[in-house]
């Protein structure tokens, strides 16, 4: 079993950043991916950006050259820069990850409101 959670949502203004965290417990050994999906009211959860063991990251194309995404192995974290926030990136953003195995993890979710 893995548990994620996840902080550092809010609401903050469009073009300004915010940084969320997710801290791994339980079973992290056996963690190969972790990163964020998103899920925005009415809409499917979608690729934010994940990212392996050895460090490779993929994003979604809406947050391509936006977001960045880091993972400290030592700490059991993984953490979600974004910057020049639009209005469309207000979501629910779940952290995950994917173990050996099979087994997926969920967080809980934190909300992101971008507005004026």
């Keep these: 079993q893995v548990q994620l959670v996840e ?4 609401l903050v203004q469009p073009g300004g950043s915010l940084r969320l965290s997710c801290a791994a ?5 056996s963690i190969f991916t972790m990163g964020w999906y998103r899920q925005a009211p009415g809409k499917q959860r979608e690729l934010v ?13 809406s947050v ?3 977001f960045t995404i880091s993972r400290d192995n ?13 209005p ?7 952290c995950n990850s994917n173990s050996w195995g099979g087994l997926a993890s969920w967080g809980q979710g934190t909300q992101v409101t971008v507005s004026s």
């Design 7 to 10: 902080s550092g949502g809010g």
């Design 25 to 29: 417990s339980g079973s992290t050994s």
């Design 49 to 61: 950006a994940i990212i392996g063991t050895g460090g490779s990251p993929t994003y979604g194309d």
């Design 64 to 66: 391509k050259g936006r």
């Design 74 to 86: 030592a700490k059991k974290t993984v953490y979600l820069q974004m910057n020049r926030l639009k």
């Design 88 to 94: 469309e990136d207000t979501a629910v953003y779940y």
